[in-house]
């Protein structure tokens, strides 16, 4: 096994491996994978990051993110300027700065065939690589059109493989050779959290993770990528985690104890978990011992941004006369109603309990209308309200009493967006602590 060492490579996929190298020789530590798009919570975690003297993994998804736009309406070159350009107003050292890719394969366009589908795959890697990206997740499981079903592993191993090849590719036609990184597997919570009710979880068997593991190393090598199987880092396995619009399903480590132990016969692979959101702090912390070593989280970071600009739309209510208020919760509302498309399908029931899923459900499909004009202008004017306005100490109290205990202890300006992107880092100190950063406090 690698002895830790100093990170001394600026190159931000080196940075991580020996963030996590630091984790096989036995430190506990792990990496916060942020998984949004929000700027407000990316802001966020470069500003965690930077208090913690650590990582900012900021991964954006084949649905965000794609050579067309995807939902975001942003091609890789657009997410890594943004990313980067919040990274230097916190004063974040680009050195510290790693970009992912998540779930990059045909997801996008199952309903072609494969041969179309994996075309666009290719095209898809390419310009993540070309952008920057340096943590690429090869995920290859989507039955195509046609496609046997199941889709056999071995074939699921041949198409990561493949894109595999087109990312090295791309890697050394830049003008510096990129350095990158790769986390195979497949079996993880569905993307947003689970549109049924849930009451349980089986974490992935051993022998399937054992088996996932050695279809794709054998993949790696029929196409002649042994050097680019050295730098796989992960393995994404389901530890039984998981949440639907109501509940979370908790970390159990005794339910887990033999998958994590899997983890160790494979030296310099950790465990990546996805949809760790709402798990408590202990519950990350277990994970992290347990090897899962990268922590994805996304909708728990944009249902702490809602609750923090609902919060402020209620003071804004106390303070702000009728006529001039920003209306946020109602903007919300009609943007969601007047498209229905990324909410539709996730929350059943009668009108009632569907409005308080669009504004209270854990799966927070309210995410996706932040950037809607009329959203975006009424958060925009709360903010410019609030601060004309001023926001009385007693009423803060009321609504963010953890801002307000930092405002009056002078660590925290009382302005409207930093209430809200402090809101957003308590989400953070959190994995922060559980991962074992410097700056976090017990």
Known sequence: MPEARIPTSPRPAQVLRDHLIRHRCGEPVGVTSVCSAHPLVVEAA???????????????????????????GMQPDDFAALVYRI????????????????????????????AEAMDRADALVTAYVRAGFAKIHLDCSMVCAGDPVP??????????????????????????RADLVYVIGTEVPVPGGAQETID?????????????????????????????????????????????????????????RQLSEVVTEHPGLVFEAHSTDYQTRTALAELVRDHWAVLKVGPGLTFALREALFALAAIEDELIGEADRSDLVNAVEAAMLADPTWWAGYYDGDPDQQRLARRYSYSDRSRYYWPHPAVFSAVE????????????????SEHL??????????????????LVVDHVRDVLRDYAYACGAEGASA
Do not use: C, M
């Open 151 to 176: 889709l056999p592993g071995t074939l699921v191993a041949a198409r990561a493989a493949r894109l595999a090849r087109v990312a090295e590719k791309a890697a050394g036609e830049l003008e510096q």
């Open 200 to 256: 349980a979880l089986t974490p992935t068997a051993p022998d399937a993770a054992r088996t996932t593991v050695a279809e794709h190393r054998a993949a790696f090598a029929e196409a002649g990528l042994d050097e680019a199987w050295e730098r796989v880092i992960a393995l994404v396995v389901q530890p039984g985690v998981e949440f639907d619009h109501l509940r979370v399903v908790d970390y159990e480590p005794d339910a887990a």
């Open 401 to 418: 009493p953890e801002q307000y205990r930092r405002v009056r202890t002078g660590e925290l300006p009382g302005n409207a967006r930093a």
């Open 87 to 114: 990274a230097d107003q916190a004063e974040l050292p680009r050195a510290q700065v790693v970009l992912g890719g998540d779930h990059l394969g045909p997801n996008r366009w199952r309903d072609l065939g494969p």
């Open 46 to 72: 470069a500003s965690q990051a930077r208090s913690d003297g650590g990582l900012l993994l900021v991964e954006a998804t084949s649905n965000q993110v794609d050579q067309y736009g995807g939902y975001t």
């Open 381 to 396: 004017r709360l903010f410019l309200n609030l601060d004309d306005a001023g926001i009385p100490l007693p009423v803060l």
